[in-house]
């Protein structure tokens, strides 16, 4: 699928940002957050010792300032000289807007000209001396995180050893280009500062799998469009998260992004939605949502377990080996709701009036309870409430080889429900188009997330579950 030129200007035009898919994510938490906590808590700090109390118009004045700096920039590969500069720059004009709002609405005069006064000279100075001690424990924050994500980087050119050079030289990127991929004999490239010639682009699948290889960047000329299509269709079997440096053709799209890495351009390709400030709103919405559930459906849980224990031979708790985030494999908790428990080589799907059905199972699967215990999956973080169903290990082995980017639907947590079960896929998908439509569906899920779009899922699902007529 291509999109237009205007529409991939506008893209380009877009302002970068740092790409914190390999950098800790308490390291990103912090940057994000350490310079409205510095504002914040200074004007706390201030509201006690000078006024006496932390009243309700303090309150107020944090919750806008808070507002207005979060979320925070990174500031980390800055001088200090740009780093002064960039932390007067943006306390001067966070502040003079609130003056001038707090002029025209009477506002200011609730606070004492003393504390104005302290509070305004205070946060730069403790917001710069924050992000240089952040800059020295940065590296240890990163190291922290454990072994670093391997890379790939395709085209041996100018461009691309300027960005496996800076990226080895950075200390807050936890990344490792483990070496180049080139279809050009080594003698006709240029000096590679050390850095491997691992094969040539038919070899790239396979070196992706050998090398455990998490990042691809490729550094080629618009001009090879033809050769790129064809890395691309080669990758799409892995689970690599790839990237263009800093040239772009168009093709088929997922969280395409503009970003800045260790100085140089580059473009996401195909990319999880939830890196950074995502990341952590999905995951905090799934632990919150997961529990409550949970908590509240205790006792239906044990009603449930007992009923099957009672009426059918066999566990309650019917566990699959399936594929999540990342391709690699996980293990699934459900209701059992058959008289068999395929994980095979060979797993059947259910069909309507199929006999392995049990009665109370037949019951679970139309409304869904059967999947319940999949909200422990959440809590673990193997799954999320919402995302690409996942499959089991010997359908996905089959339908990879057969559709085109199906593994791409695993650069995130499998989810309870998603975005193809509410728009027609749910139950069986005894035909190669009915699979193809859910992986559209996946793949469309990846490309638009947004919290309310998960909201939107979850709420289709429970309509979908009292009137549903596809799942047996």
Not at 188 to 217: H, M
Not at 377 to 397: D, F, K, T, Y
Not at 417 to 422: F, L, P, R
Request: proline letters at 6%.
């Amino acid at each position: 699928m291509y999109i237009d030129q205007s529409s991939l200007q506008g893209r380009l035009s877009e302002k970068p940002a740092e790409v914190t898919s390999s950098r800790s994510s308490a390291l990103y938490g912090l940057e994000l957050l350490l310079s409205p906590a510095i504002a914040v808590s200074s004007l706390w700090a201030l509201a006690w010792w000078l006024d006496g109390g932390l009243y309700p118009e303090y309150l107020v004045l944090a919750v806008l300032v808070f507002s207005m700096t979060f979320p925070g920039e990174s500031r980390l590969a800055l001088s200090w000289k740009l780093l002064l500069f960039e932390v007067l720059r943006t306390w001067s004009i966070t502040f003079g807007l609130l003056v001038g709002a707090g002029m025209a609405t009477g506002y200011v005069r609730m606070f004492p000209n003393d504390l104005i006064f302290v509070w305004v000279s205070l946060v730069p100075a403790a917001d710069f001396l924050a992000w240089l001690m952040l800059k020295r424990a940065a590296p240890v924050l990163v190291k922290l995180q454990g072994p670093p994500t391997r890379a790939i980087v395709i085209g041996m050119n100018e461009q691309g050893l300027l960005l496996a050079g800076n990226l080895r030289r950075s200390p807050y990127m936890n990344i490792e280009v483990i070496g180049f991929a080139d279809d050009r004999p080594r003698e006709r490239l240029p000096e590679s500062e050390g850095f491997s010639l691992l094969g040539d682009f038919n070899a790239l699948p396979d070196l992706v799998k050998t090398y455990q290889a998490s990042l691809i960047y490729i550094s080629l000329p618009m001009v090879t469009q033809p050769r790129i299509l064809n890395i691309l269709d080669g990758l799409k079997d892995t689970t690599a998260s790839i990237y263009f440096v800093p040239d772009l053709f168009v093709t088929d799209l997922i969280q395409s992004k503009p970003a800045v890495l260790c100085g140089v351009p580059v473009i996401s390709v195909c990319d999880t939605p939830f890196r950074g400030l995502n990341g952590m709103v999905k995951r905090g919405s799934d632990i919150a949502l997961s529990a409550l559930i949970l908590l509240g459906l205790l006792p239906l849980l044990v009603v449930i377990g007992l009923a099957i224990r009672m009426t059918s031979p066999g566990p309650a708790i019917f566990k699959q080996r399936r594929y999540g985030q990342d391709g690699q494999e996980i293990v699934v908790y459900k209701f059992r709701s058959m008289t068999v428990a395929e994980d095979g080589l060979k797993v059947h799907q259910v069909q309507r009036n199929d006999k392995r059905v049990t009665r109370i199972g037949a019951l679970l699967r139309k409304t869904s309870l059967d999947e319940l215990p999949q909200f422990f999956n959440v809590l673990q973080g193997r799954m999320s409430i919402v995302g690409p169903r996942p499959h089991a290990v010997a359908h996905n082995e089959l339908y990879r080889k057969l559709i085109k980017g199906y593994m791409v639907r695993h650069k995130v947590r499998p989810g309870i429900t998603g975005w193809a079960q509410v728009n027609g896929y749910r139950g069986e998908t005894d035909t190669l188009d009915k699979m193809q439509g859910r992986i559209d569906f996946d793949l469309d899920y990846l490309r638009n997330w947004s919290l309310k779009l998960d909201l939107l899922i979850i709420l289709k699902t429970i309509r979908l579950v009292f009137k549903d007529q596809a799942a047996f």
